[in-house]
């Protein structure tokens, strides 16, 4: 008679400084692409779930907003999104950006990570661009911090991510799946659409457009053709980032609009109409109801 495979399941809670690639990671650990990701810090804003189901369990990443210091309150609840993972989660995992010197940031991980009373993984991300030598001490600091497992990667290119998994198969207890085997997400689709067109704003404004903008849905029509109409509103704080976003003739704000429908029509696997708008809205980072409102979003009933 052949041996049952145990079963495991639980949660694992990435975190880590703004930029170090949690985004990239978990969308190379699933296959499949849950995070939008850009080079900018501050990127990811909420607790984003990702479920990996395989034959030996399933394992459940939340991918959590950069440890910094918040100025605003958009920023606080970020980090109180990556702390309440800390708490929560089977496994926490560490990312690091190896390519970094070690600095006044990477202390303060370290010290919220030796208050994590349950298992704890060292991820050192971007390997491909350390020498060797310089990467060993790096493994060494890491591995005499208390963590279970110092495991280098790549999360770009891939180099490590089935050594992660590994450990985390590893690690995780034993226990009957926490969602359906179908699910890649928990998030609504509406709301990955408006990350998707968010990633875009990114992409498209570089380094000229502080980390200052969001994205509203306003109306989703399905026609029944089958296209989608989607109507979505850009927020800025401030009346030049307005200008910067929608560009001289209205050229970039059709640009972001035409690489987040493309985009947007491989998601859904539709033909999608998108209307994009700009808003002036002062302040926003500090609008209580705004910012509840665009909480509600995530877990919404899509």
């Not at 079963?7 to 975190?15: I, S």
């Not at 190896?98 to 060292?122: H, I, N, T």
């Not at 109306?219 to 001289?248: C, D, F």
Request: charged residues 30%.
């Amino acid at each position: 008679m052949a041996e049952e495979t145990v079963q495991k399941a639980g949660t694992v809670a990435l975190v880590g400084r703004p930029n170090a690639g949690k985004s990239t990671l978990m969308n190379h650990l699933l296959r499949e692409k849950v995070a939008i990701v850009s080079n900018k810090p501050q990127t990811t804003r909420h607790r984003l779930v990702g479920i990996l189901s395989e034959e030996q369990g399933q394992m459940v990443f939340h991918d959590t907003p950069g440890l910094h210091r918040p100025l605003h309150r958009l920023n606080r609840a970020m980090v109180q999104h990556a702390t309440d993972a800390m708490s929560d989660a089977d496994v926490v995992c560490l990312i690091v950006d190896a390519s970094e010197r070690f600095g006044k940031g990477d202390a303060f991980a370290l010290d919220l990570m030796s208050r994590v009373q349950g298992r704890k993984v060292c991820i050192l991300n971007k390997v491909d661009l350390v020498k060797k030598v310089k990467l060993l001490p790096l493994m060494q600091r890491y591995a005499e911090a208390g963590f279970e497992d110092v495991v280098p990667v790549s999360a770009l290119t891939g180099d490590g991510c089935e050594e992660v998994l590994a450990v985390l198969w590893r690690l995780l207890p034993e226990g009957e799946p926490l969602y359906d085997t179908e699910l890649l997400t928990v998030h609504p689709e509406r709301f990955l659409v408006t990350e998707r067109i968010r990633e875009k704003v990114l992409e498209q404004t570089r380094d000229e457009l502080p980390y200052t903008s969001a994205v509203v849905l306003e109306q989703w029509q399905e026609e029944p053709s089958g296209m989608v109409r989607i109507y979505a509103t850009i927020l800025v704080e401030r009346s030049n980032h307005k200008g910067i976003v929608v560009g001289k003739g209205g050229q970039r704000i059709k640009a972001i609009g035409t690489a987040a429908r493309l985009d947007l029509e491989e998601f859904l696997e539709r033909k999608v109409f998108l209307d994009l708008q700009v808003r002036l809205e002062e302040g926003w980072r500090e609008d209580r109801r705004l910012l509840a409102d665009l909480d509600r979003d995530v877990y919404g009933a899509s």
